[in-house]
């Protein structure tokens, strides 16, 4: 290769020349071998001649394929067509057969049911409970959901029709029928009247109340389909129970009264408790006699704390009062469960103890008569049902707050301090009330009548401390101690013994700091107002006894006045000594209270020996006027006095005795050191010694 493209470099030309030399050479090798080939592509020509003829057939067989392709693909078209309409067919066949069965099903009402609603027995309790399952069967039936266009069949329309009058036949049979149970149930009841007049006792409406319930479900049915026939119903009822409930409560109050009338018949005669002088006292013998009246002219008994403290309390007629108690708490006992009943059976029978909702409900259309929902807009209860059932009870009980207070009123006329039995009870009767349902009508009224308790109760507080401002004492004998401190101590012990663990113990409370500051006056009053006993004497005997009765009764609320009184007897009681001992050593007082009159206005106590009217000889002038015969004699005086000032209930004379004789001693040494400061050296003593006036002092208390 070199050497030939050494060649082509150097000598191109000819190089060039070579190569078209060659190329000639091959040009007519080939025409001789195309030459020599003819007879091969002749062949080869007539084989295409015949695959062109072959492709000819081919392209006929398949034009008439397609033919026959064409006229199957219409044929498969119209299968395809036909499939697809069965299809939509059965489709359709199937929604309507679902429809049928969906209207079948839940628009037809079996012909037990429609046997029920028309002709059902609703006095026994298997054709009760066919009704119930009839009526709900017709609710379910009529409050079926309706697609559009249903209510345009005429089977559709027929059963509507059907049902509205299925319903208003059945709701009238219904409403016919209770109303009958409401008044057969009343005669039963009102029969069973007699047997309760002579006991306390309300007659019991469980039977009524439990035959009832058994139709409560068809109330509720009755509530919802025919709101108008439950309402009017419901005020049957109402109006029915109202007359029921007044005779047997005013019955009931009758025989109360009576009994609490004839709790003062054994206290005829008697000055006490129910009434002072110029008051009703005693029994009567008639609730007529008793009753508040306006035109009655005598005055109603009342009780005092200055009746109270003209009595011992072995004279209180606790007997009295405590059936009064007795009377008063059954009557709430017997009031209480029969309010709650009644309104738990309202609550159920009348389906009212639910929070209101807004319920399906259907109205005749006019033009066709048909069935058709309709929003309960029309039937939007303008109040709750909570308020529905305060509305019935209150309609029903009407007169138990009337009566109850009357009742209250005739026990406050009977004695002023029932108010203090009957604001205990009711308060427990109201707590306990609101415990178990605050907005119930019994916790309402209860706590409207304990208003009226509460206010009796100030009024009997108010009248006691009217009544100790207008106590008057006689001139010609001593006070002793004052009827209404000891009428204090009686109303406290009442009192304790009634509000034990009571609920309303502040009222009592604030009562007792009244009472007690009203006493405090009135023993300052009386005292000050007193000329037959000395004002201290008055003091002392009224707080020693004010002190002892709030020792012993321990009241937490008038622990200060208890503290008061004991320091208002103890200033009283020294400034009733020291004023006494001042009349046995008159002279010897007045000439020693001189001497310390010198001292004070600046003489020395030992010159004061030197002065004229208080020297040695005018000391043992005074000293010789009392020798012990003559101290004896003045101190037994002034015991026979002192036992003229003091009362005896109160027993305070050893006390006072001993402490003159503290006070006595205690003047005798300050005597004494008078004169050993003032009269040095003079050996001037007393005419009687320490130990002769404790033998004094002694012998006198037991002479007496």
Not at 118 to 145: F, H, T, Y
């Amino acid at each position: 290769m070199m050497e030939v493209c050494e060649y082509a470099i150097s000598n191109a030309e000819a190089f060039a020349e070579k190569l078209s030399r060659e190329l000639q050479v091959l040009d007519g090798a080939n025409i001789q071998s195309i030459m020599a080939s003819e007879k091969q592509v002749n062949t080869l020509m007539q084989l295409l001649d015949q695959a062109l003829a072959e492709v000819d057939t081919i392209e006929g067989k398949l034009l008439s394929y397609e033919e026959m392709l064409q006229s199957v693909k219409e044929q498969m078209d119209q299968i395809s067509q036909s499939n697809r309409l069965i299809q939509i067919s059965n489709t359709n066949n199937g929604k309507l057969l679902d429809e049928i069965q969906f209207l079948v099903n839940y628009m037809d009402l079996s012909k037990g049911h429609i046997k029920a609603l028309q002709e059902g027995d609703l006095s026994s309790p298997k054709g009760i409970e066919a009704c119930i399952n009839a009526s709900e069967a017709l609710s379910q039936c009529m409050n079926v959901a309706l697609k559009p266009g249903h209510d345009k069949l005429m089977a559709i329309k027929q059963q509507q029709h059907l049902f509205s009058e299925l319903r208003d036949t059945f709701a009238r049979r219904l409403t016919n029928h209770l109303n009958n149970v409401f008044v057969h149930q009343g005669h039963d009841q009102s029969s069973t009247l007699a047997q309760h007049t002579a006991e306390l006792t309300l007659p019991k409406h469980s039977p009524l109340h439990r035959d009832l319930l058994r139709y409560a479900k068809l109330m509720e049915w009755l509530k919802n389909t025919q709101r108008e026939k439950y309402e009017g119903l419901s005020r049957t009822y109402m109006d029915y129970m109202t007359r029921l409930y007044e005779r047997e409560i005013k019955d009931f109050f009758e025989v109360a009264k009576i009994k609490m009338a004839g709790t003062s018949k054994d206290g005829k005669g008697k000055f006490g408790l129910h009434g002072s002088s110029g008051k009703l006292t005693g029994s009567t013998s008639s609730l007529n006699k008793l009753a508040v009246s306006s035109s009655n002219s005598r005055r109603s008994q009342s009780s005092s704390l200055l009746d109270m403290g003209n009595m011992s309390a072995s004279d209180l007629d606790v007997a009295d009062r405590t059936r009064f108690d007795k009377i008063f708490e059954q009557v709430l006992s017997e009031l209480e469960p029969l309010c709650l009943a009644e309104q738990d059976f309202i609550s159920k029978f009348f389906k009212l103890q639910q929070i209101p909702t807004l319920a399906q409900g259907e109205n005749m259309d006019d033009s066709d008569g048909l069935m058709h929902s309709k929003p309960v807009s029309e039937h939007r209860h303008s109040i709750s049902e909570k308020d529905m059932v305060r509305m019935m009870m209150n309609k029903i009980f009407q007169s138990i707050e009337t009566e109850l207070n009357s009742l209250i009123a005739l026990g406050d006329k009977i004695d002023s301090f029932n108010s203090l039995y009957m604001l205990v009870k009711m308060s427990h009767h109201v707590w306990t009330a609101e415990n178990v349902d605050p907005a119930s009508y019994l916790s309402t009224t209860l706590g409207n009548v304990l208003v009226t308790v509460k206010r009796n109760f100030d009024k009997c507080i108010s009248a006691q401390i009217r009544q100790m401002e207008e106590v008057k004492i006689s001139k010609k004998s001593k006070v002793g101690i004052l009827p209404f401190v000891t009428g204090f101590e009686e109303f406290a012990k009442l009192a304790e013994a009634i509000f034990r663990n009571a609920e309303r113990r502040g009222d009592l409370d604030k009562a007792y700091i009244k009472l007690m500051r009203a006493v405090f006056n009135n023993v300052e009053k009386v005292a000050n107002e007193s000329q037959k006993t000395p004002r201290d004497v008055v003091m002392m005997e009224n707080f020693h006894h004010i002190f002892s009765t709030l020792s012993s009764l321990k009241i937490s609320c008038l622990e200060a006045e208890r503290k008061e009184a004991k320091q208002k007897y103890t200033e009283h009681l020294q400034s009733y000594v020291i004023n006494s001992l001042g009349q046995p050593l008159e002279k010897l007082n007045h000439f020693f209270e001189g001497v310390e009159a010198r001292v004070a206005q600046g003489v020395r106590e030992e010159e004061v020996s030197y002065q004229l009217a208080f020297n040695k000889q005018e000391l043992r002038k005074v000293i010789k006027e009392y020798p012990g015969k003559e101290v004896k004699k003045g101190l037994d005086n002034l015991y026979r006095k002192v036992d003229k000032h003091l009362c005896d209930e109160e027993s305070l004379l050893q006390v006072v005795w001993h402490s003159m004789q503290d006070e006595f001693i205690r003047q005798y040494k300050h005597f004494e050191g008078l004169i050993n400061r003032c009269y040095p050296g003079s050996g001037i003593t007393m005419e009687f010694t320490i130990q002769d006036m404790l033998e004094y002092f002694s012998s006198i208390a037991q002479s007496h």
